[in-house]
Structures are given as C-alpha cells and as structure tokens.
C-alpha cells in the first residue's frame, strides 16, 4: 500500500492509501525537529492499531510546504519502509498540469496537488478553497492549467491576532454563533463569534464572487481542509466538499505514473 504524506504548516498528515482508498489517516502537529525515529514510533504504533504492519507499506509518496522537514520525512520513509519517498513536484511526480502563473516555482505544493485533485474529481473551470494555516483561492481552467489565486489570513490566525493584540478579549473557540442568524452579539463572546465567523463566511462568498466575475464562465467551487464542514451549513457558496483533496492527489500522480509496488 501507499503511504502518503502531507506535511503542511500547522499539521503533517499521514495517510495509508490502497488505489485511490483512504484506509486510514492520522495526523500530528508539524515540527521540523522532529526526527525520523520520532514519528516511526508514533506512526508504527498508529498502523498496529489500525491492523497494519510497517510491511504493508509499499511506496511513500510527499507533498510538503515546510522545507525543513523533508529530510527527516524521507530517512523515515527509507530507514523504516524501506522505500525511497516519491517527492510531488519532482521527478517522477512531475505535476503533470500547467502552472501559468508568473512565478511557477513560488507555488506551494499542497496547492498544485489540489489543483491536480480536483480537476481529476470535478471537470471544468474550478476554484479550489482550502482551509489551513492560511486560507488558499486557487483557480484552475477546464483543461487543468492553475491560473493563480488567492492567500488569506486562516481563521485561527485572524483569531489568534485579535485575542494576542487586544488584552481584555478572551480565547474563544471557533463556531457558528449561537444567535440565530443575528449580527448583533449582546456581550463579548458573542460578538467575537460573530466577527470572526460571519465576517468570515462574507470574506468568503465576496472573493468567491470576484473571482468568479473574473473567470467568465460557470465555476464549480471545491472546499478541502479540516474548517470547510463547518462553514458548509452556513454558506450555499460549495458545490463539493473533499476532506482529503491533498491526499487524493498524491495517490492520482502516483497512479498517474505508473509507479508500481
């Protein structure tokens, strides 16, 4: 099976992967510290669990945004699978798509595996949406090419921002706002929620705006990351929600190229 790795500015997702079926992920926080014996402990443990084997891991394919854990990612991926790691962007995971942008090399590589997803999953002009550290726009035509997009602060960074810079405002968690629909928050908490969530959910549906208007054409919109459930209930502005988009393409460029066990 694949083992297929997404090390990504707050989080390192690791999932096993059979075809193109997620048979089970885990995820630990990103630190590029973090040495290879580190997560085998961690993850061998995990596999067990699930009824899994370090054997049962064939091939190791990663995505990463975080240049500093790479190494250690791919002498986990040899000292205890066994396997030379597959890098996204490299050869020979050559992304396969063309990325007219202007600076091509600046673009991360979660974004152009999304990218390489979604245009896979759902055929046509599509904005992908991903919710993590940052809140990524990403835009791609009905042939594939990634045109360009959008960074946004994530939420927990707007949120982290406010509560640091304003000394009486409290830590609150991240959820609808229990008033009904209302904007008028009646105390502190409340009106935090608001801000945040509501003021986020227009953030939202205005850049999806735009960008559409920008486009020309029908537009399919495609959320993925851990906050895109819960914007869904609140916002029509989704056509479809993938939770594992990133790792979802890692499994279609192996595929893609013809990698075998």
Request: cysteine-free; glycine content about 10%.
């Amino acid at each position: 099976m694949l083992l297929a790795i997404d090390a990504g500015n707050t989080n390192v997702v690791f999932a096993l992967v059979e075809g193109r079926r997620i048979r089970a992920r885990w995820r630990i926080a990103t630190d590029p510290r973090r040495t290879a014996d580190e997560y085998a402990v961690w993850l061998i443990q995990l596999l067990q669990i699930e009824g899994y084997q370090r054997g049962d891991v064939t091939r190791v394919v990663l995505a990463t945004v975080v240049p500093r854990a790479l190494h250690n990612l791919q002498v986990l991926a040899r000292k205890y699978f066994g396997a030379e790691a597959m890098i996204a962007g490299r050869a020979p995971l050559e992304w396969g798509i063309v990325i007219d942008v202007d600076e091509p090399g600046s673009l991360g590589a979660d974004r152009a595996v999304n990218t390489v997803a979604a245009h896979e999953l759902h055929p046509g002009d599509l904005i992908v949406i991903d919710f993590g550290t940052a809140t990524t726009f990403d835009v791609s035509d009905y042939q594939g090419a990634y045109k360009g997009g959008i960074i946004a602060p994530g939420i927990n960074l707007s949120l982290d921002a406010l509560v640091s810079a304003a000394a009486k405002l409290p830590r609150i968690a991240i959820e609808p706002p229990p008033t009904q629909g209302g904007v008028i928050g009646r105390n502190t908490v409340d009106q935090m929620q608001i801000g945040i969530f509501w003021g986020y959910v227009a953030m939202i549906e205005g850049l999806v705006s735009r960008l559409k208007a920008e486009v020309g054409r029908p537009v399919k919109v495609i959320a993925t990351g851990g906050l895109a459930t819960l914007f869904q209930p609140y916002t029509p502005v989704f056509d479809a929600i993938e939770p594992d988009l990133t790792i979802q393409g890692l499994a279609i460029m192996v595929e893609r190229a013809h990698i075998s066990a």
